[in-house]
């Protein structure tokens, strides 16, 4: 029986475990951290938002977008939808077609490691890589292509093992939240066996600023209101949230994706409406009203001071009407196109993926399989393959995890 062994008890390797394991191949698992899944347990909110109702290569950032197709095709969010419906897990549909546990996302977990009980798959968990050898083929090993040395164990002395498979999966994620497992193994492991990687940076995650605007976050603390938000041709409407180092929510996230750093963003308070025509049309015909009292009609009150502040305040008990119709509409525009410009985002500590990773090319997009290095698999995101927010990482995890246990 051939074996396998997968590096990273996250949502991919466990997703390749158990496809490979459900195959009759022997699985070992084998994760650095005392637990598997923990990501799975904190994502969307502790309700793990699975997959999206709607998936797409569009969906995905990649050096190569075509790359993702495959895996996605084979391994679709129906499929995952079935599993969860299968052990019984309850679920909703929110906005966006997010696919969200409606109980915790611990039922998730349990699917998976049930799954891999009843597969066979064993799981070791707190163990350290030591190192990783291609074994050249002789008669004891004929089979086994790869040789592991690791120490395995919470306290000293920890127990030593040398371990051989014919496939070896690496799954062990990314730089995102250290404490959650994130880790660069995967990219050295790569550097090994002289694949590529492409460059790496945060993503999905907030921004942070350091002229006047940082202040203005920190007194709209807690405040959240919907936006559109733009930067680099990409547009997303969502909320946005001010924390005490920037902004955050799920528009930010979204946009963080595709900025880089020195870029402006442009933000519309007031989607979906011209807001210089409307403040002159209200000129017309509430023209005793203030100018923060017609913005309170669509926004909030302390939002409204911070911009009468920024913008108007040398007129904030004028009436509208004895405002120009210029000023009206420089004040319009502002608010349907605030432009920002970060510092940085809040960068790995806090960031849902990361962006880039381990070169496609060098990569099988059916096998996940490196082309050069037989027996050698990169799965979930490890990978040079990013999704936006909203169930679409783990629909990748799911997918390239499902496409590598087919043929490790
Ligand atoms: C707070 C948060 C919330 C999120 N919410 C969502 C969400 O709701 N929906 C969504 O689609 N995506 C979400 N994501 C993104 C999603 O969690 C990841 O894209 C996904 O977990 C990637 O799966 P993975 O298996 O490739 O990596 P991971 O889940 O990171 O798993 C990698 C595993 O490998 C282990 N490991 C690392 N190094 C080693 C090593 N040297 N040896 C052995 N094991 C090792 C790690 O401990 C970890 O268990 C969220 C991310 C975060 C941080």
Known sequence: MGKVIVLGGGAAGLMCALTAAKRG???????????????????????????????????????????????????T???????????????????????????????????????CELAGVAIWSHCEINSITALQSSSDTLHDRY????????????????????????ATGALSIPSLGGSGMGYDIARQFSLKLTERRAGLAPFMFSDSFKAVCERLTGLSTE?????????????????????????????????????????????GMEADQWLCKVKLTKGKSLLKTVLQQKLSKALVAELQQLWWPTQAETSIAEFTDQQLKTIG??????????????????????????????????????????????IGE???????????????????????????
């Not at 709607?54 to 190569?64: D, G, K, R, V, Y």
């Not at 599993?83 to 349990?110: M, N, P, T, W």
């Not at 510092?343 to 096998?367: H, M, N, P, Q």
């Not at 040079?384 to 990748?396: K, P, R």
Request: charged share 20%; net charge neutral; aromatic share 10%.
């Open 25 to 75: 191949r022997q699985v070992l698992l084998l994760e650095k951290s005392n637990k598997i899944g923990k990501k799975i347990l904190m994502s969307g909110g502790g309700r793990c938002n699975f997959t999206n109702y709607s998936i797409e290569p569009e969906n995905f950032l990649s050096a190569n977008p075509h790359f993702c197709k495959s895996a996605l095709k084979r391994y």
């Open 227 to 271: 936006v559109e938000v733009s930067c680099n041709g990409q547009q997303f409407s969502e909320s946005l949230l001010f924390t005490h180092r920037g902004i955050s929510g799920p528009a930010i996230l979204q946009i963080s994706s595709f900025w880089n750093p020195g870029d402006l963003i442009s933000l519309n308070l007031l989607p």
């Open 147 to 170: 040789q592991l040395k690791l120490s395995k164990g919470k306290s000293e002395p920890k127990e030593s093992h040398t371990l051989s498979c014919e496939s070896l999966v690496v």
């Open 333 to 378: 525009r502002q608010l349907n196109k605030w432009l920002l410009k970060p510092s940085a985002t809040e960068g790995y500590r806090t960031a849902e993926v990361t962006l880039g990773g381990v070169d496609t090319d060098g990569i099988s997009s059916k096998t996940m399989e490196a082309i050069h290095q037989p027996g050698l698999f990169f």
């Open 77 to 115: 969010q129906w499929d995952f939808i079935q599993l969860v419906e299968q052990h019984g897990i309850d679920y909703e549909e929110r906005k966006h077609q997010q696919l969200f546990c409606k109980d915790s996302a611990k039922q998730i977990l349990a699917m998976l490691q049930s799954e």
């Open 382 to 408: 490890v990978l040079d393959v990013s999704g936006h927010l909203g169930g679409f990482n783990f629909q990748w995890a799911w997918s390239s995890g499902y496409a590598a246990g087919q043929y490790t």
